[in-house]
């Protein structure tokens, strides 16, 4: 495993796609409600990149058909968008990556669109927290495990469970570069944190069981039992005293 660290003027380049990627989030979770399609909200964020003279990471990635993933209530991550309409009671998942000047940004959130049962909102604040948790575990000298443990004992404290099959990863001027970052693990294990890594940490809980499948689009992922999922993801840096979140708003 080869963990790129990034030098100062690198992490400026991150700097700049990651403020883009949390520019374009936030416009995009500002526009949910109850009757539109999650085409409409990717087309937004279609335009928000051309507007940015960046280009959407995800698009064409592995053959990823659109800008954004935007996945609804039993959807994990990697949601097509489409025509489905966003419904009061959705918890809807968005996903999205701006590539810019060599660098790649990715940040996800989950939206509750007029939800009212307390187990979907105990589910999204747990990964709200499983996030932010992460987020204090990063430090240099501090083991990537340490990251993982984080996750995954935040998410079990609410009850949820954690996806196993799908990781966050490191990022810069690849989206996917080592380390794979997993949610669940007994800490203390694997490279240590060094100063000008750059990591995307994305927590993926279920509230019932952890298994997922993929639909025959080949790029859905659901819950196996059709309880509902949430999904955050930064993308941060592994600097002195601590960490910078690069995609924070
Ligand atoms: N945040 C996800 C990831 O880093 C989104 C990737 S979607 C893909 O894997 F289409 F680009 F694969
Ligand atoms: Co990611």
Redo the contacts with the bound molecule.
């Keep these: 495993m080869k963990i790129p660290l990034k030098s100062a003027s690198e992490l400026e380049g991150m700097r700049v796609s990651c403020r883009m990627t949390a520019e374009v989030l936030s416009c995009v979770a500002a526009a949910v409600q109850p009757g539109v399609a999650t085409g409409e909200l990717d087309e937004l964020a279609k335009k928000m990149i051309a507007d940015m003279r960046a280009r959407p990471?995800?698009l064409g990635?592995?053959g990823?058909p659109a800008a954004m993933?935007i996945s609804v209530n039993d959807e994990v991550?990697?949601g097509i968008p489409g025509q489905r309409v966003i419904m009061p009671g959705d918890v809807v998942s968005l996903?999205v990556?701006v590539f810019y000047n060599g660098f790649h940004g990715?940040s996800?959130t989950t939206v509750m669109v007029g939800v009212t049962d307390p187990d979907v909102i105990r589910l999204v604040e747990a990964t709200r927290r499983a996030l932010s948790a992460a987020l204090d575990a990063v430090r240099p000298g501090a083991r990537l495990s340490d990251v993982s443990h984080a996750i995954e004992t935040t998410a079990k404290a609410s009850g949820c469970s954690v996806v196993r099959e799908f990781v966050g990863?490191g990022i810069g001027r690849e989206?996917?570069e080592d380390p794979q970052v997993p949610n669940f693990g007994a800490a203390g294990r694997g490279p240590m944190l060094r100063s000008g890594m750059t990591l995307?940490i994305?927590p993926m809980v279920n509230l019932g069981r952890p298994e997922v499948s993929v639909l025959d689009d080949k790029w859905t992922v659901v819950t196996r039992d059709g309880l509902p999922s949430a999904h955050f993801?930064h993308t941060v840096a592994v600097v002195e005293g601590g960490v910078e979140v690069l995609s924070a708003v």
Excluded: N, Q
């Design positions: 990471s995800f990635y592995r990823y993933c991550i990697h996903d990556g990715d996800a990863h989206l996917h995307a994305e993801e």
